[in-house]
C-alpha cells in the first residue's frame, strides 16, 4: 500500500512517502501561502504518487493546533482513507537529526523529516499493511 504522511506547519507541510515495505522517504516540503493552496498542492501530491492512504501528523498538547489541521483536513479532496498519528516532538526529534547540517530551517528539510518521523512511527504500530 503507498502511504503518505504529513506534518501540518503554519508556513510549511512536510511530506514523506512509503511506496514499498518499509522505507520512508521526505519530499519537499509544501510551501504554505494559504491554506486553499497548501490543500491543492497536497491533493495534487498525493494523485501524483498515487497515495492509496493518507497519514495525518496529530498533537496530543494542543486543542487549537488539533482543531487547524482537522479544518486543514476537511479541506483536502480525500478520495482515500486518512489516521491521525501522534506526532509530538517528531520536529524536535527532526531538528536533532539534522543539527550542524541545516543552515536555513526554512527551506522545509525538517518539516518533511518531521512527516518521515511520523509515518515511521505509523508503520512500527501495525502488525503489516
Given at each position: 500500500m503507498k502511504l503518505a504522511s504529513i506534518d501540518v506547519g503554519l508556513k510549511r507541510i512536510g511530506v514523506a512517502i512509503c511506496l514499498t515495505s518499509n522505507i520512508v522517504t521526505p519530499q519537499n516540503a509544501i510551501l504554505r501561502k494559504n491554506r486553499n493552496q497548501a490543500a491543492n498542492d497536497v491533493n495534487a501530491f498525493l494523485k501524483e504518487w498515487e497515495i492509496e492512504k493518507l497519514i495525518v501528523g496529530f498533537p496530543s498538547s494542543s486543542e487549537d493546533t488539533q482543531n487547524r489541521i482537522k479544518h486543514f483536513i476537511n479541506l483536502l479532496e480525500l478520495k482515500i482513507p486518512f489516521e491521525f498519528q501522534e506526532e509530538n516532538m517528531s520536529s524536535h526529534e527532526a531538528e536533532e537529526m539534522m543539527k550542524g547540517e541545516?543552515?536555513?530551517?526554512?527551506?522545509?528539510?525538517i518539516d518533511s523529516l518531521a512527516?518521515?518521523?511520523?509515518?515511521?512511527?505509523?508503520?512500527?504500530?501495525?502488525p503489516s499493511l
Open positions: 541545516i543552515k536555513h530551517k526554512k527551506d522545509g528539510r512527516a518521515k518521523i511520523i509515518l515511521e512511527r505509523f508503520l512500527a504500530k501495525k
